[in-house]
C-alpha cells in the first residue's frame, strides 16, 4: 500500500485510478491508503462525485484534478 501512496502523492494519473479503485471498495486497505495520503497530502479535501452513467463524472474529476493539482499537465 505505500507504493501506491507514494505514486499518489507524486501525483502519477494511473495510481489515482488503482486508488480511486482500492478506496470504493473500502475495508481496511481503503483506511490505510487513506492514512498514508492524507496527511502528506496537506489540505487536502475529499470529494464524492456521483450521477447517473454518462452523466459526465469523469470528464468533471480530470477537469478538477486538472485545476487543482500543481503536477497536473496543462
Known sequence: ??????ELLSGADRA???????IE???EAAEALLE????????ALI???T????SGKSTLERAIRREL????AS
Not at 498514508?36 to 489540505?43: H, M, Q
Not at 493539482?69 to 497536473?72: F, K, L, R
Open 69 to 72: 493539482s500543481p503536477h497536473a
Open 25 to 27: 471498495a473500502g475495508g
Open 1 to 6: 500500500m505505500s507504493k501506491l501512496a507514494d
Open 36 to 43: 498514508l495520503v492524507y496527511s502528506p497530502a496537506g489540505c
Open 47 to 49: 470529494v464524492g462525485i
Open 16 to 22: 489515482l485510478s488503482r486508488g480511486l479503485t482500492v
Open 51 to 54: 450521477g447517473t452513467p454518462g
